[in-house]
C-alpha cells in the first residue's frame, strides 16, 4: 500500500513514483528486457490502474509530440509502450504476502523457471542485475537469489542465507531465514528483489502456509524446494542497491541516478556542492 509514502501514494502507486524521469517500474522492465526476458506478469491490487495505463499506448500525446517535431521524446515515450500479448496483470485481492503474489501468477508462469523483480529494489550496475543472475543460473540450473553483506544491526529487516559454501559470487546454501530476531541471524547475507526460481518452488506456495508476520513468504517455498532435493544459490551481484521503499533510499537513489546523467550532472553536483559548504560556513 505504499504507507511509507503517504500522502502522495493515497493516489499514485508507489511502482509510478518517479525516480529522476522514470518510475520505478520501468526500471525493473528495463533490466528484465536486458535480461533477455519478453514476457511480464505484474501483481498488483486495488487503486493500481495507473500502472496499466503507464504501459499502454498514449494516441493523443504521440501525435502532439510528433506535430511539434520532438521526436527524441517521442522515442522515449515509446520505449515504454508494451505490445498486447507481452503482459499480463493478475491482481492479489489481500495483502498476504510475497510469496503469496507470486502465487498469483502460477497459472501463467506454468511449468517454466521465471525471474521475481521487486520495483522497490532499485539497482545501479554496468551489468544489469538479473542479466548478472541469468548468467549465473545458466551455470547452477537451481534456484539462484540476488544476496548483499548488510550491517549485523540490520538483519532482521531481511531474509538471510544460511551459508553452506562460499565459492565468491556464488554461494551454496543450506537455508534461509526470513528476518531473524536480532543476534540469531546465520549470516550478514541478506536477500534483496531479484530472483529466479524453478518451477518447484510454484508448488511449495500451493500449500498456502502463513510464515513470518503471518503472511506467506516466498523464501519458505524456496527452502521447501530445497527439501525435495533442489539446490538453492545466493549471489553477490556487482552494482549498488537502493532500498526506494524508504524515503531516505528514495533520495539517495534520486542523486545516485541524476548524478549519472550527463544532462543533470553539472548543475546538480554544483548545488551539491553549494550546500555542504553552506553547512560548513554555518558550523
Known sequence: MGTRFLPATKSVPKEIMTLVDRPLVQYAIDEAREAGIKEFIFITSRGKGALEDYFDNAPALEAELRKKGKDDLLEILKSTNMDSGEIAYMR?????????????ARRLIANEPFAVILPDDVIAAEKPCLAQMVEAFEETQGNIVAAMEVPEDKASSYGILDIKEDMGSIVSTKGMVEKPAPGQAPSNLAVIGRYILTPTVLQKLNKKTPGAGGEIQLTDA?????????????????????DCGSKAGFLQATVAFALARDDLRDELESYLCDIVHSRQAAQ
Open 222 to 242: 524456496i527452502d521447501a524446494a530445497r527439501a525435495d532435493g533442489e539446490e538453492v544459490y545466493g549471489f553477490r551481484f556487482r552494482g549498488q542497491r537502493f
Open 92 to 104: 492479489q485481492h489481500k495483502p498476504l504476502g510475497l510469496g503469496h503474489a507470486v502465487w498469483c
